[in-house]
């Protein structure tokens, strides 16, 4: 069974990982701190990040290669962002951010 996964922000960050491959994220506010989803391009959330403001979660992204789409009009013009519904997937490396081994 699928679960699915409200998330009420479209502010969505990216990453180029391979050719035709991005990891996108998503910034929502839950319960007075702020979690940071990833997921793939068919909006399966693989990982998760929990931060204390909005601001720490911006600079992580930033500092672990991650763009806002929006800011990117170049990137808009070949990469399509996924559309809702998310949903828990694993993923084929395990938690990939949360692990730390892919996240600084």
């Given at each position: 069974?699928?679960?699915?996964?409200?998330?009420?922000?479209?502010?969505?960050?990216?990453?180029?990982?391979?050719?035709?491959?991005?990891?996108?994220?998503?910034?929502?506010?839950?319960?007075?701190g702020?979690?940071?989803?990833?997921?793939?391009?068919?909006?399966?959330?693989?990982?998760?990040?929990?931060?204390?403001?909005?601001?720490?979660?911006?600079?992580?992204?930033?500092?672990?290669?991650?763009?806002?789409?929006?800011?990117?009009?170049?990137?808009?013009?070949?990469?399509v962002?996924?559309?809702?519904?998310?949903?828990?997937?694993?993923?084929?490396?395990?938690?990939?951010?949360?692990?730390?081994?892919?996240?600084?």
């Amino acid at each position: 069974m699928e679960i699915t996964v409200k998330i009420k922000s479209t502010d969505y960050w990216f990453k180029v990982v391979d050719f035709l491959q991005q990891n996108w994220a998503i910034i929502e506010e839950i319960k007075g701190g702020y979690t940071v989803y990833f997921f793939g391009d068919t909006a399966g959330i693989f990982d998760q990040l929990d931060f204390e403001s909005i601001s720490e979660a911006k600079i992580a992204l930033n500092r672990n290669g991650f763009g806002r789409y929006e800011a990117d009009k170049g990137a808009q013009e070949f990469i399509v962002k996924p559309k809702p519904l998310f949903y828990m997937r694993a993923h084929p490396s395990g938690a990939i951010y949360s692990s730390g081994r892919y996240w600084l």
